[in-house]
């Protein structure tokens, strides 16, 4: 695990609780009755997904996530699915939806473009806290070829140099802006940057983008591209380790016999990683100049609530088999986040 940011991890981690108690409320009291009104209004609520949690297969924890906005809001909900992260994270900045489910640097970028986005809530970690809530990012190639990425024994990036690779959208924390920054770092010596790991360069001449993490994953797996980023926990519906530990460099998974698409043609292919960097989690984002204070209040009350934490069709049991939006090996739930804690990922860009 990269000692870098298990640091950068474990200080951000520190000041968490502290700024969980420190939150305050800017808004005057015009800008609040405007958000009233809005409230009053019989506006459907809008929800828009990235495109990995777009598919089929997770539409019951879609509309598990309905049930808690109608009921949080009185409002119906519709659900915009995209197949682009930048329709995701333009329409949450713009108002166009009052709710979104997006990675870290997305919602970075949302914040930038407009400060009306706030986080709502992340998913914690198994402890059901923030000093677990990580995901991982993932850097995997087809198992036959694993060996080619060894130098004395262990995976390299220097092995990677002159092979092709597939990232998931410039947008995404796990499957471009993390892997991009480690990249960056091993190559020093290249000067390279985010610009130029966005098209063919000094270290991968042929760069493709998935538009999603399952959709990187599938570029690796049908062999259009030699190695490919993206994040465990989107792949991990349609996968199951064979050897190794689980999110460690060596691991080696299979695509299961069941698998749905986009990986429904590729059942029993095998793919190693050979680098792994944790992330902060992923959050629930919301635009508060089109939602009234007290909904916020309420959308997040009902999202910390015990009983969402036990809603299977959000955090599915780990060992049930079952596909959700979610995981549950122990005590995952929501929590409250604020602003600062997405720092670390912030920090990246500079």
């Given at each position: 695990m990269n000692k870098r940011w298990l640091s950068i991890l474990m200080g951000i981690m520190l000041s968490v609780l502290f700024l969980a108690a420190c939150g305050s409320s800017n808004?005057?009291?015009?800008?609040?009755?405007?958000?009233?009104?809005?409230?009053?209004?019989?506006?459907?609520?809008?929800?828009?997904?990235?495109?990995?949690?777009?598919?089929?297969?997770?539409?019951?924890?879609?509309?598990?996530?309905?049930?808690?906005?109608?009921?949080?809001?009185?409002?119906?909900?519709e659900h915009k699915l995209t197949t682009d992260y930048a329709i995701a994270i333009e329409s949450i900045a713009n108002g166009n939806a009052h709710i979104a489910f997006m990675g870290a640097q997305g919602y970075i970028e949302a914040k930038e473009k407009s400060a009306d986005v706030e986080p709502l809530v992340v998913p914690s970690g198994e402890s059901g806290t923030l000093d677990d809530a990580i995901?991982?990012?993932?850097?995997?190639?087809?198992?036959?070829?694993?060996?080619?990425?060894?130098?004395?024994?262990?995976?390299?990036?220097?092995?990677?140099?002159?092979?092709?690779?597939?990232?998931?959208?410039?947008?995404?924390?796990?499957?471009?802006?993390?892997?991009?920054?480690?990249?960056?770092?091993?190559?020093?010596?290249?000067?390279?940057?985010?610009?130029?790991?966005?098209e063919g360069n000094e270290v991968y001449p042929d760069v493709l983008f998935g538009d999603s993490h399952q959709g990187s994953a599938v570029n690796m797996l049908m062999e259009?591209?030699?190695?490919?980023?993206?994040?465990?926990?989107?792949?991990?519906?349609?996968?199951?380790?064979?050897?190794?530990?689980?999110?460690?460099?060596?691991?080696?998974?299979?695509?299961?016999?069941?698998?749905?698409?986009?990986?429904?043609?590729?059942?029993?292919?095998?793919?190693v990683l050979i680098q792994v960097t944790p992330v902060l989690n992923a959050p629930f984002v919301v635009n508060t100049s089109v939602l009234a204070e007290d909904e916020v209040q309420t959308l997040k009350e009902l999202l910390i609530s015990d009983e969402t934490a036990n809603n299977t069709s959000i955090f599915v049991p780990e060992d049930s088999g079952g596909s959700a939006l979610f995981y549950k090996a122990a005590d995952e739930r929501f929590l409250e986040v604020e602003d600062a804690w997405f720092n670390p990922i912030r920090e990246l860009s500079k």
């Open positions: 808004d005057e009291k015009g800008a609040g009755e405007t958000k009233k009104a809005k409230a009053d209004s019989d506006e459907p609520l809008t929800m828009v997904w990235y495109p990995n949690e777009s598919g089929s297969d997770l539409a019951p924890s879609r509309d598990a996530f309905s049930a808690i906005f109608e009921k949080a809001t009185g409002r119906k909900v995901y991982y990012s993932l850097l995997a190639v087809p198992k036959d070829k694993a060996e080619q990425y060894k130098i004395n024994g262990d995976f390299s990036l220097d092995a990677t140099e002159g092979k092709s690779i597939s990232f998931v959208s410039a947008s995404s924390t796990s499957g471009f802006k993390v892997p991009a920054s480690s990249i960056i770092s091993h190559f020093s010596d290249k000067n390279l940057t985010e610009e130029a790991l966005m259009r591209s030699d190695i490919a980023a993206f994040c465990n926990t989107c792949v991990e519906a349609y996968v199951e380790i064979v050897d190794g530990e689980k999110n460690t460099p060596g691991a080696v998974y299979k695509v299961k016999d069941d698998a749905a698409a986009p990986f429904n043609t590729l059942a029993g292919k095998e793919f």
